[in-house]
């Protein structure tokens, strides 16, 4: 029986496989030096948002009247204060943690619900036409507006913004999982799979949806940015945080009326934000050429 | 022999935007243990329906609109999902044309090669590890340890196909269907494939079923031979019989369009003409456009499968007045 067989070069690798992999993809995110200033600065981020408490000298949203509306600089306020005496660099520190968790949770309940969605409308073609009505008509509103109305239904707070813009993210989520689901349930392996009698819940979680992965990860990076700038813009409408919490968007809101005078009320927490998400995107778009399997096969 | 497998006059048809279109019509075949049966015909004949129909793994839009199909004795088109789930892999399996393709590239061996265990038999992983050792081994792949942490891409074609077959034999199912298993793969590893199967045939007992357009396979390890034409059996045999005696000009056709070493006047013949679209309908034998023997009669009525001996039947207006010839002969 096949005695002759020429084995092929012995190529197995000490490392464990999956490990090698995350590296190599992390490895080529990093020739790409746009991506590397955008995980400086998330990671930047994440660290002022865990140690917060210890970074910020001052209390986010204890008032001090009689240094109100400092300029950067001043008496040992690093960025100054706002129009109450609040220390500018210790709100945008706490600011950086609610705008991190709102983008987590959001982002990781709308892509909940739409890979729920997603992989059962792709694979089962009878209930994919219902699913993707839904989600055409979750589309036909403008994602501000959606919000909006969600916020309207259950009244303003940060909590409500999650859940809006957790549901807003989902008909995108679904639609780029449902697209993968399509083009991976064709593949021959899902075919070989059920030959080799595996039911359906397994081919789905684990055969289709690792194949899935690649545009999940690239979206979820990119929703990251969406929820950031969707929370601010819905705070600074008054429809998210409330002050005195430290939200950026909210920040931005009081400044406004400060505009000639302390123009830093404006202008450092639009800064903020607008790093965030410019960090989010070019990550996301770094990874999405990190992990286009094309690229895989000539490293 | 025991019987394994037999099919009963089977259509399979599909829903389309052209209406409902019927890709096989009417087959019948049956399996013995130990027996290979190769199904031969051009590209789009049905030879994959059918194999899929036995699977019950056709497309959404297909459904078995008539027929039956005993596996065993059992009829598995009254079956339900979960109970044909599981059939397959533990008592049927099924390996495929493309090896490249049929491996999820994101697992390693190991963990494919374990599934099938770990579903049909309830292994723990450590047991399924070394049964999956055992498979690899006895489909002649070397170095099994180090090659259960690898990944398809990491594997040539033709290691791949062992490793495909390893996974349908995983449970020892009695009935393999191989669909196209070395279209794919060069004429050296061809050979060593075909070889397998043909061991571990034996081996296990299983009966087989290969699907194949290549009549150097048919030879090399056909026991019986069936040949389709557009959704039909034209032609059964044993593989002496439909090599040396083709009696149905299609047969002959596939035949001739094939190079042979020994003869060196052979000369190739195309068959002309292409498959009928499944929509088309042909009055008579379908195959009469492009037969060139066509009488009238071929134009008007279809033929039946005329006997030709007890195992060798062919559908084909030729054969009537030989068998009629038989049949005075014998009744006289």
Same mark, same amino acid.
């Given at each position: 029986?096949?005695?002759?067989?020429?084995?092929? /070069?012995?190529? =197995?690798?000490?490392?464990?496989?999956?490990?090698?992999?995350?590296?190599?993809?992390?490895?080529?995110?990093?020739?790409?030096?746009?991506?590397? $200033?955008?995980?400086?600065?998330?990671?930047?981020?994440?660290?002022?948002?865990?140690? /917060?408490?210890?970074? /910020?000298?001052?209390?986010?949203?204890?008032?001090?009247?009689?240094?109100?509306?400092?300029?950067?600089?001043?008496?040992?306020?690093?960025?100054?204060?706002?129009?109450?005496?609040?220390?500018?660099?210790?709100?945008?520190?706490?600011?950086?943690?609610?705008?991190?968790?709102?983008?987590?949770? =959001?982002?990781?309940?709308?892509?909940?619900?739409?890979?729920?969605?997603? %992989?059962?409308?792709?694979?089962?073609?009878?209930?994919?036409?219902?699913?993707?009505? $839904?989600?055409?008509?979750?589309?036909?509103?403008?994602?501000?507006?959606?919000?909006?109305?969600?916020?309207?239904?259950?009244?303003?707070?940060?909590?409500?913004?999650?859940?809006?813009?957790?549901?807003? =993210?989902?008909?995108?989520?679904?639609?780029?999982?449902?697209?993968?689901?399509?083009?991976?349930?064709?593949?021959?392996?899902?075919?070989?799979?059920?030959?080799?009698?595996? =039911?359906?819940?397994?081919?789905?979680?684990?055969?289709?949806?690792?194949?899935?992965?690649?545009?999940?990860?690239? $979206?979820?990076?990119?929703?990251?940015?969406?929820?950031?700038?969707?929370?601010? /813009?819905?705070?600074?409408?008054?429809?998210?945080?409330?002050?005195?919490?430290?939200?950026?968007?909210?920040?931005?809101?009081?400044?406004?009326?400060?505009?000639?005078?302390?123009?830093?009320?404006?202008?450092?927490?639009?800064?903020?934000?607008?790093?965030?998400?410019?960090?989010?995107?070019?990550?996301?778009?770094?990874?999405?050429?990190? %992990?286009?399997?094309?690229?895989?096969?000539?490293? | 022999?025991?019987?394994?497998?037999?099919?009963?006059?089977?259509?399979?048809?599909?829903?389309?935007?052209?209406?409902?279109?019927?890709?096989? *019509?009417?087959?019948?075949?049956?399996?013995?243990?130990?027996?290979?049966?190769?199904?031969?015909?051009?590209?789009?004949?049905?030879?994959?329906?059918?194999?899929?129909? @036995?699977?019950?793994?056709?497309?959404?839009?297909?459904?078995?609109?008539?027929?039956?199909?005993?596996?065993?004795?059992?009829?598995? &088109?009254?079956?339900?999902?979960?109970?044909?789930?599981?059939?397959?892999?533990?008592?049927?399996?099924?390996?495929?044309?493309?090896?490249?393709?049929?491996?999820?590239?994101?697992?390693?061996?190991?963990?494919?090669?374990?599934?099938?265990?770990?579903?049909?038999?309830?292994?723990?992983?450590?047991?399924? &590890?070394?049964?999956?050792?055992?498979?690899?081994?006895?489909?002649?792949? !070397?170095?099994?340890?180090?090659?259960?942490?690898?990944?398809?891409?990491?594997?040539?074609?033709?290691? *791949?196909?062992? @490793?495909?077959?390893?996974?349908?034999?995983?449970?020892? !199912?009695?009935? #393999?269907?191989?669909?196209?298993?070395?279209?794919?793969?060069?004429?050296?590893?061809?050979?060593?494939?075909?070889?397998?199967?043909?061991? #571990?045939?034996?081996?296990?007992?299983?009966?087989?079923?290969?699907?194949?357009?290549?009549?150097? @396979?048919?030879?090399?390890?056909?026991?019986?031979?069936?040949?389709?034409?557009?959704?039909?059996?034209?032609?059964?045999?044993?593989? &002496?019989?439909?090599?040396?005696?083709?009696?149905?000009?299609?047969? *002959?056709?596939?035949?001739?369009?094939?190079?042979?070493?020994?003869?060196?006047?052979?000369?190739?013949?195309?068959? !002309?003409?292409?498959?009928?679209?499944?929509?088309?309908?042909?009055?008579?034998?379908?195959?009469?456009? *492009?037969?060139? +023997?066509?009488?009238?009669?071929?134009?008007?009525?279809?033929?039946?499968? +005329?006997?030709?001996?007890?195992?060798?039947?062919?559908?084909?207006?030729?054969?009537?007045?030989?068998?009629?010839?038989?049949?005075?002969?014998?009744?006289?």
């Amino acid at each position: 029986m096949a005695s002759g067989v020429i084995s092929p /070069a012995n190529t =197995s690798v000490k490392q464990p496989k999956k490990e090698r992999m995350l590296f190599q993809t992390f490895k080529r995110l990093c020739k790409n030096k746009l991506a590397v $200033f955008g995980m400086i600065v998330i990671a930047f981020q994440i660290l002022l948002a865990i140690f /917060a408490p210890w970074i /910020a000298q001052y209390d986010p949203v204890v008032q001090n009247l009689s240094k109100a509306q400092l300029g950067p600089g001043a008496e040992g306020h690093f960025l100054g204060t706002d129009n109450y005496g609040r220390d500018m660099f210790a709100r945008l520190v706490y600011g950086a943690r609610i705008s991190l968790i709102v983008g987590i949770t =959001s982002v990781t309940l709308g892509l909940l619900g739409g890979l729920f969605l997603g %992989l059962i409308s792709g694979y089962y073609r009878k209930l994919d036409g219902v699913i993707m009505r $839904f989600v055409d008509l979750l589309f036909a509103f403008p994602g501000i507006l959606l919000a909006m109305l969600i916020i309207a239904m259950l009244g303003t707070s940060l909590v409500n913004v999650v859940i809006a813009i957790s549901i807003w =993210s989902i008909p995108t989520c679904a639609r780029i999982v449902r697209g993968s689901v399509l083009s991976v349930k064709k593949q021959e392996y899902v075919v070989a799979m059920k030959s080799l009698g595996a =039911s359906d819940l397994r081919i789905i979680m684990k055969h289709i949806l690792p194949n899935c992965t690649a545009p999940i990860i690239v $979206f979820a990076t990119m929703r990251m940015a969406t929820a950031i700038l969707s929370t601010a /813009a819905l705070s600074f409408l008054g429809l998210g945080a409330q002050p005195p919490t430290p939200e950026w968007g909210a920040m931005i809101a009081a400044g406004q009326d400060f505009m000639w005078t302390a123009p830093h009320m404006t202008v450092i927490p639009g800064i903020a934000i607008m790093l965030v998400v410019f960090a989010f995107n070019v990550v996301g778009d770094g990874l999405r050429d990190a %992990l286009d399997p094309n690229m895989e096969l000539d490293t | 022999m025991n019987q394994l497998l037999e099919v009963n006059d089977l259509v399979t048809s599909f829903r389309t935007a052209e209406g409902k279109l019927s890709a096989v *019509r009417g087959v019948s075949f049956s399996v013995d243990k130990g027996e290979t049966l190769c199904i031969v015909g051009e590209s789009g004949c049905g030879k994959s329906i059918t194999t899929l129909s @036995v699977m019950g793994l056709l497309p959404s839009n297909g459904e078995i609109s008539r027929g039956s199909i005993q596996f065993s004795g059992e009829e598995l &088109t009254t079956k339900n999902e979960e109970e044909l789930r599981k059939l397959r892999g533990n008592e049927i399996s099924m390996i495929f044309q493309e090896p490249m393709t049929a491996l999820n590239p994101v697992f390693t061996i190991g963990y494919q090669l374990r599934e099938p265990l770990m579903i049909h038999k309830r292994l723990s992983k450590r047991e399924a &590890t070394q049964k999956a050792i055992t498979l690899l081994d006895q489909v002649g792949i !070397p170095h099994p340890v180090s090659k259960l942490k690898q990944f398809p891409h990491e594997l040539s074609g033709g290691m *791949r196909q062992r @490793v495909m077959i390893a996974m349908a034999l995983a449970c020892n !199912p009695s009935l #393999l269907i191989a669909d196209e298993p070395t279209t794919a793969l060069d004429v050296t590893i061809q050979a060593q494939i075909l070889d397998l199967i043909d061991d #571990l045939k034996a081996d296990l007992g299983m009966g087989v079923v290969m699907v194949t357009h290549d009549m150097g @396979v048919v030879a090399e390890v056909a026991d019986r031979v069936m040949v389709m034409y557009a959704g039909e059996v034209v032609e059964v045999g044993t593989v &002496t019989e439909i090599f040396e005696a083709p009696k149905h000009p299609y047969t *002959r056709g596939l035949l001739a369009s094939v190079p042979n070493i020994d003869d060196p006047d052979h000369s190739m013949e195309a068959i !002309p003409g292409s498959l009928p679209n499944l929509s088309e309908e042909i009055q008579g034998c379908r195959f009469h456009p *492009r037969c060139p +023997f066509a009488m009238d009669k071929c134009m008007e009525m279809e033929p039946p499968l +005329f006997e030709l001996s007890s195992e060798h039947q062919s559908k084909c207006w030729l054969q009537e007045v030989k068998h009629y010839d038989k049949q005075s002969a014998t009744s006289s």
